[in-house]
T-cell receptor, first 115, second 114 residues
Framework: DAGVTQSPTHLIKTRGQHVTLRCSPI?????VSWYQQVLGQGPQFIFQ???????GRGNFPDRFSARQFPNYSSELNVNALLLGDSALYLC??????????????FGSGTQLSVL | AQSVTQLGSHVSVSEGALVLLRCNYS??????LFWYVQYPNQGLQLLLK??????LVKGINGFEAEFKKSETSFHLTKPSAHMSDAAEYFC????????????FGKGTRLSVIA
């Protein structure tokens, strides 16, 4: 079975532009989470979706938005890009979020560079 | 709120030596604790986790960690380092209930010297 897949793997944008990142979860997983990992830091939680509904939101500005589709894939959108948005964006999927036996499976990420 | 502190942003050990990566947590309620590993250009992979029960947890690749409530610690160890263990290691915490996500530490880069 395929793992969590993310596209694109690398992306270069300029300040003020908009970006859309995509994630396909492991087959059978209904929950997707997004994390931002700035160079030298640990991943920071952005959003979690389960069954197409938002289940959690981290401390990120409204420029960040996401959605989950009926096939459980997900998009992360970032508007009005800033230099500080440059980071590795990780997607993780799980069967049932925040259950005692929850196990997150991470994709390899999308490396976003904002110039 | 939960938080994690990883002591030492970079640890270097010789091949065959003991690996010890330190993690201390802060949580107002009993926590779930995790260690993840990240190899270059890859996502994170779960090494082990503590939820309830036995405080010594064994994970993949010969790693283990012990939950010590009195010390609020969850240090990661491996008796003998391999070159393939060189990677970034992240400790993470989550409340054992409620709608809360993982909170990660800043990571510790492990280098293994031949």
């Amino acid at each position: 079975d395929a793992g969590v897949t993310q596209s694109p793997t690398h992306l270069i944008k300029t300040r003020g532009q908009h970006v859309t990142l995509r994630c396909s979860p492991i087959s059978g997983h209904k929950s997707v989470s997004w994390y931002q990992q700035v160079l030298g830091q640990g991943p920071q939680f952005i959003f979690q979706y389960y069954e197409k509904e938002e289940r959690g939101r981290g401390n990120f500005p409204d420029r960040f938005s996401a959605r989950q589709f009926p096939n459980y894939s997900s998009e992360l959108n970032v508007n009005a890009l800033l230099l500080g948005d440059s980071a590795l964006y990780l997607c993780a999927s799980t069967e049932i979020p925040q259950s005692p036996n929850e196990k997150l499976f991470f994709g390899s990420g999308t490396q976003l560079s904002v110039l | 709120a939960q938080s994690v502190t990883q002591l030492g942003s970079h640890v270097s050990v010789s091949e065959g030596a003991l690996v010890l990566l330190r993690c201390n947590y802060s949580s107002s309620v009993p926590p779930y604790l995790f260690w993840y590993v990240q190899y270059p250009n890859q996502g994170l992979q779960l090494l082990l986790k503590y939820t309830t029960g036995a405080t010594l947890v064994k994970g993949i690749n010969g790693f283990e960690a012990e939950f010590k409530k009195s010390e609020t610690s969850f240090h990661l160890t491996k008796p003998s380092a391999h070159m393939s263990d060189a990677a970034e290691y992240f400790c993470a915490v989550r409340k054992d209930s409620g709608n809360t996500p993982l909170v990660f530490g800043k990571g510790t880069r492990l280098s293994v010297i031949a």
